[in-house]
């Protein structure tokens, strides 16, 4: 069974400030990790994925398999970086098919 | 391009009442569809997928059910509606990872938010 775990419902930083959001996977099999984001009003969109080995918007995230995370960082946080997180992993079920499962989401809220 | 569409936006509906949600995906085939539950606090739970016309896998026993009678049209469907249906419906397509081993991301549609009273 795959998983992923968000532990921060809500993180408040004030602008400026390192950012770190949590997500941590359970999977047998090599996976595929993603951010996605939801700005307010906006739809549900890819931040990046873990591949790509790139940073959006002073983003990044990388796979510790290790400790089975994909932590998302900035280290300067910014106003309109306020929005909802998920972490998405993707993995091959037993029927071979794609399933992508994603955490409960982390509210990042950046305080002027 | 492609786009996805879902309608209708907003709904409120009796409990009892039927349901019939639309997706539809535009500028690609043989997409694999998703339709996603998105609650505060529960993020985002993955209701049922398709990776093709007339194949669909349901993740959580419920009282809805999924048709794909066209290969970019995907339907979310309940016979009578319980309160704890509920929430924000969420769409999404992505790229078929079967035929070319990697995972696609996945692009989401504008939600549909239901209200059952």
């Known amino acids: 069974a795959q998983r992923v775990t968000q532990p921060e419902k809500l993180l408040s930083v004030f602008k400026g400030a390192p950012v770190e959001l949590k997500c941590n996977y359970s999977y047998s099999g090599s996976p595929e990790l993603f951010w996605y984001v939801q700005y307010s009003r906006q739809r549900l969109q890819l931040l990046l994925r873990?591949?790509s080995r790139e940073s959006i918007k002073g983003f990044t995230a990388d796979l510790n398999k290790g400790e089975t995370s994909f932590h998302l960082k900035k280290p300067f946080a910014q106003e309109e970086d306020s929005a909802m997180y998920y972490c998405?992993?993707?993995?091959?079920?037993?029927?071979?098919?794609?399933?992508?499962?994603f955490g409960t989401g982390t509210k990042l809220q950046v305080i002027p | 391009s492609q786009t996805i569409h879902q309608w209708p936006a907003t709904l409120v509906q009796p409990v009892g009442s039927p349901l019939s949600l639309e997706c539809t995906v535009e500028g690609t085939s043989n997409p694999n569809l998703y339709w996603y539950r998105q609650a505060a606090g529960r993020g985002l739970q993955l209701l049922f997928y398709?990776?093709?016309?007339?194949?669909i896998s349901s993740e959580v026993p419920q009282n809805l059910s999924a048709s794909r009678p066209q290969d970019r049209q995907f339907i979310l469907s309940s016979k009578k509606l319980l309160l704890s249906d509920s929430g924000f419906y969420l769409c999404?397509?992505?790229?078929?990872?079967?035929?070319?081993?990697?995972?696609?991301?996945?692009?989401f549609g504008p939600g549909t938010r239901l209200t059952v009273t």
């Open positions: 999404a397509w992505s790229g078929d990872m079967a035929r070319s081993g990697r995972s696609y991301e996945q692009y």
């Open positions: 873990h591949i």
């Open positions: 998405a992993l993707s993995g091959v079920n037993s029927g071979g098919y794609q399933k992508v499962t």
């Open positions: 398709s990776v093709g016309i007339g194949q």
